[in-house]
């Protein structure tokens, strides 16, 4: 018996990869005359990976990232003029405004009705925040829950704590490496929505042949699908 659903945030309600691969391009042609475009795409990588452990998920980690990746390329001298323009964009991804992919909010209105939703995400506290209220989807949900990292622990702490535990509960989301494989883990259920793009610390291998799995090419397929393990 499934009681609680929870979901991910970002790229799974509403868009958030095609922002910062924008913003991403945004930053390569910044710096066109110091590097090529392959190579600050793997420094970026690099130092995005690096900084993880300190700034956590999110657009200001992201920033931040950018301007040591810049300041790393030009030897510790990058033009005023590029930091303030990285500064900008980050500011600029912080302002977007929100807005439900297709079919989220008719799947969450219907889920609303038989479960209990839990919002369960990585990134920044108050951006996070804000991107919930402006999406108008807050009310839908029992509890939130922003997260440094997703793992099995943390599915198990959550689910036990807003619902009957990880057995009786579904996450959903876009990332299989954190939404799924360490749901699954902690012995969830799990369907994966794929997103168009995928940043590269997120990919992974679905588990395709795991009983507690599914591959679903649109939310709006999610409330059958847990219908049909109840």
């Known amino acids: 018996m499934i009681t609680t659903v929870g979901l991910d945030a970002d790229d799974t309600l509403w868009h958030n990869e095609s922002l910062f691969r924008l913003t991403q391009q945004r930053f390569f042609d910044l710096l066109a005359d110091v590097a090529e475009p392959a190579m600050l795409e793997q420094r970026l990588a690099e130092v995005e990976k690096r900084n993880l452990r300190l700034y956590g998920y999110g657009v200001k980690g992201f920033t931040l990232s950018m301007i040591e990746t810049a300041m790393e390329l030009t030897g510790g001298e990058a033009p005023p003029r590029i930091v303030r323009e990285i500064l900008a964009a980050g500011r600029e991804m912080l302002s977007e405004p929100v807005e439900p992919l297709p079919g989220v909010d008719s799947a969450l209105a219907q889920l609303s009705e038989r479960y209990r939703l839990?919002?369960?995400?990585?990134?920044?506290?108050?951006?996070?925040?804000?991107?919930?209220?402006a999406s108008g989807l807050g009310d839908l949900f029992v509890a939130v829950e922003i997260v440094s990292e997703k793992d099995a622990s943390t599915y198990e702490r959550v689910f036990n704590r807003?619902?009957?535990?990880?057995?009786?509960?579904?996450?959903?989301?876009n990332s299989v490496r954190s939404d799924i494989l360490p749901a699954l883990e902690a012995g969830a259920w799990a369907a994966h929505v794929p997103y168009p793009?995928?940043?590269a610390h997120e990919i992974a291998d679905a588990p395709l042949d795991h009983p507690r799995f599914a591959e679903?090419?649109?939310?709006?397929?999610?409330?059958?699908?847990?219908?049909?393990i109840t």
């Open 197 to 199: 793009l995928v940043w």
């Open 118 to 133: 839990v919002l369960i995400t990585k990134g920044d506290l108050l951006h996070q925040e804000q991107k919930l209220a």
């Open 216 to 228: 679903l090419s649109s939310i709006t397929e999610l409330p059958a699908w847990i219908a049909s």
């Open 162 to 173: 807003h619902g009957t535990g990880p057995a009786e509960a579904v996450m959903c989301g």
